[in-house]
């Protein structure tokens, strides 16, 4: 019997809150096999981050155990990530259902005043300074609330927030071998109930790197996501082994998709700016300026260092659109923290901006196609994919494209949890779920 069946009115309300809360499940769902756990069981929520898995890899690569799981669930056409569509800020929107100007990364590698050190993915323990993490991701609220959740390699789930980690997780280690990360949480899955996680958050890399090195196109791309649905499927066989298929829902979504990058196109920035005065904080598809730090500029100095910055970008190259901080396009809703820096240059989708320096080492390393991200969100190369399948999941829906703000509603929805203050809408996803009061 799945949440959802035929019940006289009553019965059927109160089963379908139970259902749609995430308290029990007590059918079949995702994968196959007869499942050794007898009698209903609180629902479990696994969301998968598969770093720069783009939507139409569903269709294009070897990806039966994802197909399997959109047939049997949910399929969004795709996931739109924030700006910028950066891997941080992005998670960190998936599991906070905030845009980065609330929860805080605003991007990979930012600067704050009052911060002293930069945040940098690689700096563990600069990152880890609780000043930058201003959301509260759904491991926290679940935690909070007596969930109990557990992080493996989650962008986040390594620093306290607001005092809390989940109760499992793992120092971020990207040479863990991902066999050895699927097997970590059927570890968890073979604990006893009372230290058994309801919220596990899972998250691979090697898509997003054989993408970057490669390009989004390339054989070694769909060999990369063909590598993760095995891993996909290895997590299926082992919740189906250990009798939990009908009780766990798994939901797949990615931070960004990727787009094909040549050096043919690259906006070269010295050709403009003279770089000796210039803290150039990131390249790439976009790139973000302030003036060097020492000696530290007054406010007016500061300004007048943005307008002539400003001015020496603008409209200079057809491929380049450049802002002042904090005054980007309404919808990235980019604005209002301190940690936008004065002047943030986007090229146009599949272009860079790289220093004279970056462009002619990417030549003599023979000039080949490779893969970013961090391109305007609302770019088709930039969407992300959103498979789900469970017992709290309606099966063969098809969803347009949603933004990944929406997400967290939904985890809180599947888990029966409070969710906290966020950007997101319940309704977004509500046609996804099954056995929600009111739909
Ligand atoms: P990006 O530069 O946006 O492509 O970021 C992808 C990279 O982020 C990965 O290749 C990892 O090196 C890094 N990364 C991903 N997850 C974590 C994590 N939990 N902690 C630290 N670094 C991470
Ligand atoms: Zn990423
Ligand atoms: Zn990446």
Partial sequence: MRCGGRRRAAVAAALAWLC????????????????????PVAQMLM?????????????????????????????????????????????????????????????????????????????????????????????????????????????????????????????????????????????????????????????????????????????????????????????LAGVAARGFTASTNVVVVSDHGMAETSPDRVVVL????????????????????????????????????????FAALDGRHPRLRVYRGNRLPARFRYTGSVRIPPIIGLADDGWLVQTREQRDRWLARGGGARGEHGFDPALPSMHGVFVAAGPAFREGVRLPAFESRHAYELFCRVLGIRPSKNDGDPAVTRPALAGVPGR
């Fill in 270 to 309: 010295d050709d403009y700016l003279d770089l000796s005065a210039v803290d150039v904080i990131e390249t790439g598809p976009s790139v973000r300026l302030q003036p060097k730090r020492v000696p530290a500029l007054s406010p007016a100095g500061r300004e007048a260092w943005a307008r002539r910055t």
């Fill in 47 to 235: 969301v998968l981050g598969i770093d720069g898995f783009r939507p139409d890899y569903l269709d294009t690569a070897d990806v039966p155990a994802l197909r399997g799981l959109a047939a049997r669930g949910v399929r969004a056409a795709g996931l739109i990530p924030p700006f910028p569509s950066k891997t941080f800020p992005s998670f960190i929107t998936i599991a906070t259902g905030l845009v980065p100007a609330h929860h805080g990364i605003l991007n990979n590698t930012m600067d704050d005043p009052a911060i002293p050190v930069r945040f940098r993915l690689s700096d563990h323990e600069g990152r880890s300074d609780p000043r930058w993490w201003l959301g509260e991701p759904v491991w926290v609220t679940a935690e909070r609330q007596g969930v109990r959740a557990a992080g493996m390699f989650w962008p986040g789930d390594d620093v306290e927030i607001q005092g809390r980690r989940p109760s499992d997780w793992t120092a971020f280690d990207q040479d863990l071998p991902h066999d050895t990360r699927v097997d970590r949480v059927l570890d968890w899955l073979s604990r006893p109930a009372g230290t058994r996680p309801r919220l596990m958050m899972l998250y691979f890399d090697l898509v997003d790197t054989a993408s970057h090195t490669f390009g989004p196109h390339s054989r070694e791309a769909l060999a990369a996501a063909a590598a993760a649905d095995r891993l996909v499927a290895r997590l």
């Fill in 20 to 39: 749609g809360a995430g308290l029990i499940a007590t059918g079949p769902a995702v994968g196959s096999g007869a499942g050794r756990q007898a009698g």
